[in-house]
């Protein structure tokens, strides 16, 4: 059983992990070196613990005790049990579900660990808005995708924002990094997968038009919110995709995009 620990000091040096957690730059460069990332809510705690991370600390207020005596009931690791204003203090905001856990991170497989077992694959360029990784990461695990591939200059899919916005299903969907951008596009190419660049250009083919259900292996690129795919990415690709727009919208939000090209790429019913 866990060690129930009442702290009033939001300086004490127990509580290191939970630190700044609104500084994107600080938490950004901190939680990977340190290998430990934030789950917030009861439901992300519980499911990083289903999925096998190792819990570092728990960081709850008192009525939150209760709720989570189960999960308490079986930690090794020791429970910080404090005020709704002293985890405002240490963590930089009101921390409105009561209870976060620190998390001991998973070495990542490798790309091609992950193109060696996997059919329907996600490859994301650039994106940085961690609410949008998050909304992939969750309809990516509804819709049936297998993994994710990152490019290097990608968000952290462990960051808080991220893991609470996908409700945890970043847990779920195995991800690895793409090593060099581009060039790392030719290893998934190898590996036997058409990569598919989703774009609203017109010349692209709609999703309908590509049956993209039909393919045995896919690599569906999705760009960054705005800008989109980049020149060199889309020149990496074997064909461009598209969903149909009416009234006049020009283009999704990449999080919509994904989950609706998700389901053309791995339920077999294109959108048209």
Sequence with gaps: MAELITIEDPDDPRLHDYTGLTDVELRRRREPAEGLFIAEGEKVIRRARSAGYETRSMLLSAKW???????????PAPVYVVTPDLAEQVTGYHVHRG????????????????LATTR??????????????????RSAAAL?????????????PLYRRSVKVSMGAVFSVPYARLDTWPRGLESVREAGFTLLALTPDERAKTLEETAPHEKERVALMLGAEGSGLTGRALAAADEWVRIPMAHGVD??????????????????????
């Design 65 to 75: 005790v209760d709720v989570m005596r189960d999960v308490i009931d079986e930690l």
């Design 99 to 114: 209870a976060l856990a620190s998390l001991q991170r998973k070495p990542l497989p490798t790309a091609d660990e992950l």
């Design 120 to 137: 329907r694959v996600v490859i994301m360029e650039s994106v940085n808005d961690h609410t949008n990784i998050g909304a992939i990461f």
């Design 144 to 156: 049936g995708m297998d993994a994710v591939l990152l490019s290097p200059d990608c968000a952290d």
């Design 251 to 272: 283009s999704l939000n990449v999080g919509a995009a994904a989950a609706v090209a998700f389901y053309a790429v791995a339920t077999g019913r294109p959108a048209s």
